[in-house]
């Protein structure tokens, strides 16, 4: 009986990482890119690098609350194929296919119309507003195409299909990279070559994002088109609501939550923003290298997330638990090991975005204190992804605004506004924060065993 449980697991965990594998590949090479960006836009200096730090937690709030809605239909789609009924899933391809054009126009109207008062929401630097306006401008024009990526995207990943997102995420991060190169800096010698350059600066660095995003979303939506198993095609695109309604009742409580921590993002970030441009860079950057290391977190998330979905669309509820403790000692194994690498190397990972010792020394402080806390709010990653699959978006919310409020923005307010406190206390909240949401999960999973 033992044998079978513990092949049981190793077919388990083997599930899981064919599933997490990919999208792990992804998140990989796109924080690669992004570090690039960072440096490569560090390289013009600590103002350039805050004008494009400011709007970071507003990209999280836009893209989060999209991405929310994704859960919904992961959930549904997963259930509907758990459950052996292709022909559901594909009607809810359909009426995402709808979603798509509906938020995308939407988010279009609404980013671009705020983009001249958010350097100023955010407590920029006068000094740096109007090259943050620039950049996030530019970079919110193909929101059609970008929400095409994170809802089509999802819904392949529903359906067990991890590698088509990662293939187009390695496209969108090639064309980036190859873009910045001409479109940042001005035209160079390099040795013998002269390499062209259009000189835009932080202009640049978002022009070729944009152009990425747009490439990305175009091949996203034609893989999605020709999936066999999840097609629309036929489909109906007219509003359904037996399919919207069970995928908004997942999503919406979900959406709520992503748009209230996403605002306890930015109103962390204002916060910092407001202690001056050495903390706005330290913080943009270790946030910058952090994510690296959060990848494993993410990438068993959306992998547990689309198992749970099946398991509960096929009623097995012993697999379901099993899934969960196979997927809790992966978890915790790798981001043990991610933060251990974090705190030893904390220091040259900042300074490959940064030649400013101040700027190194205080990042490099508030990365070793938050690597310590890794496996901590990896379990929290995944139990939250559990629950997603499982169309529980209820407690997820509850608890991640209560931590969000109650621990992370009350506390850096009384440290920093209050006693006057830096950098370094704000993330010692985020840590916290991090711990109490950690304890709420797995309380909840816990004791759902033992009943």
Not at 48 to 68: E, K, Q, R, Y
Not at 72 to 93: I, Q, W
Not at 429 to 447: A, E, Q, S
Request: charged share 15%.
């Amino acid at each position: 009986m033992r044998r079978r449980e513990q092949r049981t697991d190793q077919t388990m965990t083997a599930d899981i990482l064919s599933l997490a594998g990919p999208t792990m590949l992804e998140q990989l090479l796109q924080t690669a890119v992004q570090y690039l960006d960072t440096a490569m836009v560090g390289a013009l200096g600590t103002a350039a690098t805050a004008a494009v730090g400011v709007t970071t937690t507003v990209n999280w709030l836009v893209s989060g609350t999209i991405s929310a809605l994704g859960v919904g239909f992961l959930s549904y789609v997963a259930k509907a194929l758990g459950a052996g009924e292709k022909d559901r899933a594909r009607r809810a391809s359909a009426q995402a296919v709808f979603m798509v054009l509906l938020v995308g126009c939407l988010a279009t109207a609404l980013t671009l119309s705020l983009a001249g008062f958010i350097p100023g929401w955010m407590q920029a630097d006068p000094a740096i507003r109007d090259r943050a306006e620039r950049y996030f401008f530019i970079l919110y024009t193909p929101m059609l195409p970008r929400t095409a990526t994170i809802l089509f995207g999802t819904l392949l990943r529903a359906a067990g299909d991890t590698k088509t997102p990662m293939r187009v995420g390695i496209l969108v991060n090639a064309v980036n990279v190859v873009l910045n190169f001409f479109f940042i800096y001005p035209t160079r010698r390099v040795g013998e070559i002269v390499l062209p350059g259009a000189g835009l600066g932080v202009e640049g660095a978002a022009l070729a994002s944009a152009i990425a995003f747009t490439v990305g979303g175009l091949c996203i939506t034609v893989a999605f088109l020709r999936h066999p198993i999840i097609s629309p095609r036929g489909q109906s695109l007219r509003p359904a609501r037996e399919v919207l309604a069970p995928c908004l009742r997942v999503a919406v409580p979900n959406m709520f939550q992503r748009f209230g921590t996403s605002l306890g993002y930015v109103a962390f970030a204002a916060m910092i923003n407001s202690l001056g441009e050495v903390s706005t860079a330290a913080h943009t950057i270790a946030n910058t290298v952090e994510s690296a290391f959060y990848i494993p977190g993410y990438g068993m998330q959306m992998a547990t997330a689309t198992l749970a979905g099946n398991c509960v669309g096929a009623g097995d509820r012993d697999r379901l638990r099993r899934m969960t403790r196979a997927a809790l000692r992966l978890e915790v194994a790798m981001m043990a090991v991610t933060g251990g690498l974090l705190f030893l190397f904390a220091p040259q990972m900042m300074g490959i975005f940064s030649r400013e010792g101040e700027v190194i020394a205080l990042g490099a402080t508030v990365l070793r204190m938050v690597a310590l806390s890794e496996p901590v709010f990896g379990v929290a990653i995944v139990l939250e992804g559990i629950l997603q699959g499982e169309g529980r978006t209820g407690l997820p919310f509850l608890f991640n605004i209560l931590c969000m409020w109650g621990v992370r923005i009350l506390g850096t307010l009384i440290c920093v506004k209050g006693l006057g406190l830096g950098l370094v206390s704000a993330w010692a909240c985020m840590i916290c924060h991090n711990i109490v949401l950690c304890g709420l999960f797995l309380w909840t999973k816990l004791r759902e065993h033992k009943a």
